[in-house]
């Protein structure tokens, strides 16, 4: 290491503050997203998990955002992927991609069962499907999956908005009666609580209505013999596309989700 000196005065210090600073200048025009990544995975694995996603995916305005094939996604090669979380279906990761202005890290969480909601998520900014006909039931217009620009064209902005940790948030509508949660900036979660008068518009139905209809309209199995009536109807139930209803609190409210539990 070599120090120079000018006028007796050690000046190292400035050269580190300015090789600093070109750094940052860097990393700020750059295309890399970063991510703290640890694990490695298998280059087997990765192309597992490119094939299982490999095609067109859209997102609610049916634009298409990202396409997946080979081990190419929006035609740029992937190079590596880290940091794999989840079940095989349902899990994240961290990919790197080579683009033509540099390496970029991409996070990529799949949903995949091979159904109509099937969905990826990208840097946890955008929901994408593979189809227009991704959803199920709606409620006044609104459904899983929708986009929060869509929502507030539909409904306005809430009455009151709560943070649920990890950048994901709640909107109440106070005049409805109903709650909303999100996944990468889309719809994941419609809760609607006792007093609200809209209606899941497939079924007609809400907290007005008893678990025995849902069962009914929805055709979920009878109770078995061994599970109480509480632990049933507090456990999700599938409906079509893949989607969810939970009855909670003896009809208190009733949420329709992405998830299953």
């Not at 000046?11 to 070109?22: E, G, N, R």
């Not at 940091?83 to 949903?111: L, P, Y």
């Not at 948030?169 to 006792?194: E, M, P, V």
Request: aromatic residues 14%.
């Amino acid at each position: 290491m070599v120090w120079y000196r000018a006028g007796g005065v050690l000046i190292m210090k400035k050269i580190h503050i300015v090789l600093a600073l070109f750094l940052l200048m860097f990393l700020s025009s750059s295309t890399i997203y970063a991510y703290e990544v640890k694990n490695q995975m298998p280059w087997n694995l990765v192309q597992k998990k490119l094939k299982l996603m490999e095609g067109n995916w859209y997102n609610d305005d049916g634009k298409l955002i990202l396409t997946v094939k080979g081990d190419y996604i929006n035609g740029c090669e992937v190079m590596s992927a880290f940091d794999f979380a989840g079940a095989s279906n349902f899990a994240t990761g961290v990919f790197h991609i080579r683009e033509s202005k540099g390496m970029r890290q991409m996070r990529i969480g799949w949903k995949i069962y091979g159904e109509n909601n099937d969905y990826i998520t990208v840097d946890r900014k955008q929901m994408l499907h593979r189809t227009m006909d991704y959803y199920y039931e709606s409620v006044g217009g609104v459904h899983l999956g929708m986009s929060i620009k869509n929502l507030e064209k539909i409904w306005g902005k809430p009455s009151s908005i709560q943070s649920r940790g990890s950048g994901n948030q709640a909107w109440y509508y106070d005049d409805k009666k109903i709650s909303i949660s999100f996944d990468a900036n889309c719809i994941s979660g419609i809760t609607l609580y006792k007093g609200c008068k809209l209606k899941f518009e497939k079924s007609g139905l809400n907290c007005q209505n008893s678990p025995q209809e849902f069962r009914r309209v929805y055709q979920w199995q009878s109770l078995p013999s061994w599970k109480n009536e509480f632990m049933y109807f507090n456990t999700g139930h599938r409906i079509n596309h893949g989607e969810y209803i939970f009855l909670k609190n003896n009809m208190e409210s009733v949420t329709l989700s992405v998830f299953f539990n």
